[in-house]
């Protein structure tokens, strides 16, 4: 066992700082999802990024890594307000060499990809476009629809020319089945009772049985519908927990 784990640091190297360049992903990207990434090192398509938020500031330490030529880096590193760390790890799971991280880099790369789109979106929603106007060369703005998605427009200021077009949140395009289970400890009160009977849809008996029984799964379902559940479920502070981990607010 012991030889093992050596056998496997040793194949990690980190003497070729290209691999670095796989830090350029968190500005930009040329694709939606762009995780994997075509490594720099062999140009394999598995390179993978990790940061992690060691305390409420921006302390942290990031990894970037290659699965097929192990080229990696690791760094401590000012971590960026959007980020969110996986409840896949503690501290104690992480060191320098990636290998924890690698054995679940496919789950990284599905929760690195959400969290990249959810900071895109919100660049977009906060920022002007850089496109003039094609009547008059004013820079135009953007009308977004309210709520998750629906029909946006730019247009221009000015004159009032503009285009319409469509336009919806990563949450609402996100395709990941969550599944909410309900955690161990929670009182069986009315107010829980109900909260969880909302969320389970079943009756105030079997709802009564699933909090006694816990840990129990108790909805299955896509993001936009985990949102509500998630309120619900908050509001009576039920303990509970979202799997995959869920990046939205
Ligand atoms: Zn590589
Ligand atoms: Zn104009």
Redesign the pocket.
């Known amino acids: 066992m012991d030889t093992d784990i050596r056998k496997e640091e040793h194949m990690w190297h980190d003497d070729n700082d290209d691999i670095m360049k796989l830090y350029n992903l968190l500005e930009e990207h040329e694709i939606y999802n762009p995780l994997p990434a075509v490594c720099p090192v062999c140009g394999s398509k598995s390179g993978h990024i990790y940061l992690h938020r060691y305390d409420e500031e921006h302390h942290g330490g990031s990894w970037v890594w290659c699965s097929n030529c192990h080229s990696y880096s690791h760094a401590s590193f000012r971590v960026p307000e959007w980020w969110r760390n996986l409840s896949l790890f503690s501290i104690l799971d992480l060191h320098g060499v990636p290998d924890n991280l690698d054995q679940k880099a496919q789950y990284i790369d599905d929760f690195v990809n959400k969290l990249i789109a959810i900071k895109d979106d919100k660049e977009f929603k906060n920022t002007y476009i850089p496109q003039p106007?094609?009547?008059?060369?004013?820079l135009?703005i953007r009308n977004l629809p309210e709520g998750h998605g629906g029909g946006y427009s730019i247009s221009?200021?000015?004159?009032?020319?503009g285009v319409a077009t469509s336009y919806f949140d990563p949450v609402v395009t996100d395709q990941t089945e969550y599944q909410i289970t309900l955690l161990e400890g929670n009182n069986t009160s009315v107010e829980v009772i109900r909260a969880v009977n909302r969320v389970a849809h079943r009756n105030l008996k079997k709802s009564r049985e699933l909090i006694e029984s816990a840990p129990q799964v108790i909805f299955k379902g896509k993001a936009l519908e985990i949102d509500e559940m998630k309120e619900i479920l908050e509001e009576e502070q039920v303990r509970f927990k979202i799997e995959p981990d869920y990046p939205y607010d």
């Not at 221009?156 to 020319?161: I, N, T």
């Open positions: 106007c094609e009547k008059c060369g004013t135009m221009c200021p000015k004159c009032g020319w």
